[in-house]
Nanobody, 126 residues
């Protein structure tokens, strides 16, 4: 069983930055792709960003503002979020998928990820 725990959420002002972390309990973290999704109240879950050991992927809505990174030695991934707006208010989840060659085809689909964290709330006040 792989467990994920997010941290770093909170209440910030529009224009502020926030850094989320995701600790993954597995000795095989480097074999996993890790992604961030979010769900705003009343909306569908949406892809935010993902990282493999070689590539990063971003949703158009966050490209240029958010940065995903990972440190496999620490079993940790981060989501640096800059220039936050009220549109970014949501519960943020990290999730992992055992990497395979088809990952670029489905990285935006939540169904492609096997394990999920409980989520952390990010609230941006305008």
């Amino acid at each position: 069983q792989v467990r994920l725990v997010e941290a770093g959420g909170g209440l910030v002002q529009a224009g502020d930055s926030l850094r989320l972390s995701c600790l993954v309990s597995t000795p095989s973290f480097s074999n996993y792709a890790i992604a961030w999704f979010r769900r705003a109240q009343g909306k569908e879950r949406e892809f935010v960003a993902a990282a493999t050991v070689r590539e990063t992927y971003y949703a158009e809505t966050v490209k240029g503002r958010f940065t995903v990174s990972r440190d496999d030695a620490q079993n940790t991934a981060w989501l640096q979020m800059n220039s936050l707006s009220s549109e970014d208010t949501a519960v943020y989840y990290c999730a992992v998928a055992w990497w395979n060659i088809d990952f670029p085809k489905y990285y935006m689909q939540g169904s492609g990820y096997e394990y999920w964290g409980p989520g952390t709330q990010v609230t941006v006040s305008s």
